[in-house]
C-alpha cells in the first residue's frame, strides 16, 4: 500500500514539526538543568490539544489529524520510539554496588517497592476503578496499575542528573542506580502480568493462545501470567549468552556485513516472539536490551552507537513529543484527584525509602537524598500511562495524572539533586575518594 504524494507531505510536516519541537524544548531544558525528556513533552503539549488545539483547533486538527494516513503514520512512529526507547533503557539495566552497600541496597528495594505498591493497593478501596479505567480495565487491573504507579522509579532519570552532577561513580549513585533496577524489574514483571490479565479478558487477544479457541478466562490469564514470567526469566537469565552466541557465529553474515543491523533485527525479533507469545511488545525490546548489555555488546564505541544516536535523534523524541500531543490539560486534568494523588505517590515513596535507609543503619541526610532521588518516575512512568493507556486499562484522566506525576517528580529530584550536590565534588555521606567518573550513556539524555 502506498501513499499519494499529499499524504506523505503531511506525514513529512507532521514529523518534522514533532522533532523540531522535541529537540528545540528538550535542549532548553537541558540548559536549565532539567530531564529533557520534559522539554521534549511540553513541545508536543504545545501541538496538542492543550494549546494549539484550544487556540486553533482547524490549523492542529490538519497537522496532527486523529484520523488518516497521517495519524496511522504517527501511530507506528509512536510504537517504534517506545519500542526502540525500551531498548535502549533495557542496555542500562545493570545492577551493581560493592558487599558493603549491599545491605542498604536490598533493605531500601524492599521497603521502596512493597510499601507503595502494597498502600496503592489499599488505597484503591476508596477509590471508584469505573471513573479511571479505559474501556478494557477492570477493578483488578486498575488496582495494579495504581500500585506501580505509586511505586515505579525512573533509572534514565536519575542516571542523567547524577552524571550532570558528576557523581555517577560514587557510592550514593550506585546505590540508587542499583535499588532502581531491582525495582523496575519486579514492577515491569507486574506490568507484564496486568497486560496478561486484560488480554485473557479481551475478545482481540492476538498469539498462540488465541489460536486454541479457548475461552475460560480464568486459563487464559493462567497462560498469560505464566507466559510472561517464563519469558522474562529466561532471557534476563540467559539472553545474553543467546545473544553472544548469535553474534559470533560462523553462519551469522549480517554481523560480518552491518553489526548495526544485526542487533536492529535481533531487537526486532525479540519483540516480534514477545507478540506471538501475547505478550506487549515493551518487555521483548526491554529483555532485548538488557540480554545485549549483560553480554558486554554495548560497552564501549562500536555498531550499537549508531542505533544509539539514530534512535535519540528521532523515534524516541517523537514519542515523547506524541505524548504531550495526547495531553488534554483542558478537559482531562481531575485536578482534586491528581493533587491528592500526588501526594500520596510522593508521601508514600519518600517515606518507604527513607525508612529502608534507616532500617540499614544509613545516616538521615543520605537517606533523605535516597528518597528524593528514587522518587522520580520518569521514563517508566510515562511507559506505563501509555502502555496501559493504549491497551485500554485506563482512561484519558489517568493518563495525564500519571505523565503529569512523572513529569514533576522528575524535577523535583532535579532540582534537589543539583541543590545538595552540585559543588561537593561528588562527595556524599561523608565518602572520601571515589569520585570515578563513568562514561557517559548516551541512553541516559533524560528519559
Excluded at 488534554?328 to 535507609?357: Q, S, T, Y
Excluded at 495525564?400 to 532535579?414: F, K, P
Aim: hydrophobic share 55%.
Amino acid at each position: 500500500m502506498s501513499l499519494h504524494a499529499a499524504d506523505v507531505a503531511h506525514v513529512l510536516v507532521a514529523l518534522t514539526l514533532l522533532v523540531l519541537v522535541a529537540h528545540v524544548f528538550g535542549h532548553i531544558f537541558a540548559v536549565l538543568r532539567q530531564p529533557p525528556v520534559i522539554g521534549e513533552i511540553l513541545g508536543g503539549l504545545l501541538l496538542g490539544p492543550t494549546v494549539l488545539g484550544a487556540l486553533a483547533p482547524d490549523v492542529k486538527e490538519s497537522l496532527l489529524p486523529e484520523t488518516g494516513p497521517t495519524a496511522s503514520a504517527l501511530g507506528a512512529m509512536y510504537q517504534l520510539g517506545l519500542v526502540f526507547m525500551m531498548f535502549l533503557a533495557g542496555s542500562e539495566l545493570r545492577p551493581g554496588g560493592t558487599a558493603s552497600e549491599r545491605r542498604t541496597i536490598v533493605s531500601v528495594s524492599l521497603f521502596g517497592l512493597a510499601l507503595p505498591f502494597g498502600v496503592g493497593l489499599l488505597v484503591t478501596r476508596m477509590v471508584d476503578p469505573a471513573a479511571f479505567s479505559g474501556p478494557k480495565g477492570s477493578p483488578l487491573a486498575f488496582a495494579l496499575v495504581f500500585g506501580i504507579a505509586i511505586a515505579v522509579t525512573s533509572i534514565p532519570v536519575i542516571s542523567r542528573i547524577m552524571l550532570d552532577l558528576g557523581i555517577l561513580g560514587t557510592p550514593f549513585a550506585r546505590m540508587v542506580l542499583s535499588v532502581a533496577v531491582l525495582e523496575d524489574i519486579a514492577l515491569y514483571v507486574a506490568l507484564a502480568v496486568v497486560l496478561g490479565l486484560v488480554q485473557a479478558e479481551s475478545s482481540e487477544g492476538f498469539g498462540l493462545w488465541s489460536l486454541t479457541g479457548i475461552t475460560s478466562v480464568p486459563l487464559s490469564a493462567a497462560y498469560y501470567v505464566l507466559v510472561s514470567l517464563v519469558f522474562l526469566a529466561v532471557f534476563l537469565l540467559w539472553g545474553h549468552r543467546i545473544f553472544r552466541r548469535l553474534a559470533r557465529h560462523r553462519l551469522n553474515a549480517l554481523e560480518r556485513r552491518s553489526p548495526t543491523a544485526f542487533r536492529v533485527v535481533l531487537m526486532l525479533s525479540v519483540v516480534l516472539l514477545a507478540i506471538v507469545l501475547g505478550i506487549n511488545s515493551v518487555f521483548g525490546a526491554l529483555v532485548a536490551g538488557v540480554s545485549a548489555a549483560r553480554a558486554g555488546d554495548t560497552d564501549g564505541p562500536g555498531p550499537w552507537d549508531g542505533i544509539k544516536q539514530f534512535s535519540l535523534a528521532l523515534f524516541v523524541p517523537v514519542y515523547f513529543a506524541l505524548v504531550g500531543v495526547q495531553l488534554d490539560l483542558l478537559h482531562n486534568l481531575p485536578v482534586v484527584f491528581f493533587v491528592w494523588f500526588l501526594l500520596l505517590a510522593c508521601g508514600v515513596k519518600l517515606a518507604a525509602v527513607w525508612l529502608g535507609a534507616r532500617v540499614a543503619g544509613e545516616g538521615n541526610t543520605l537517606a533523605v537524598n535516597l528518597a528524593v532521588a528514587l522518587n522520580a518516575r520518569g521514563g517508566p512512568g510515562i511507559v506505563l500511562a501509555t502502555v496501559t493507556f493504549t491497551a485500554g486499562i485506563i482512561n484519558a484522566e489517568f493518563f495525564t495524572v500519571l505523565v503529569l506525576l512523572s513529569i514533576l517528580t522528575s524535577q523535583a529530584a532535579g532540582i534537589w539533586l543539583d541543590r545538595v550536590f552540585r559543588g561537593h565534588g561528588g562527595r556524599d555521606r561523608g565518602e572520601e575518594g571515589d569520585e570515578a567518573q563513568v562514561d557517559k550513556p548516551d541512553v541516559v539524555r533524560g528519559l
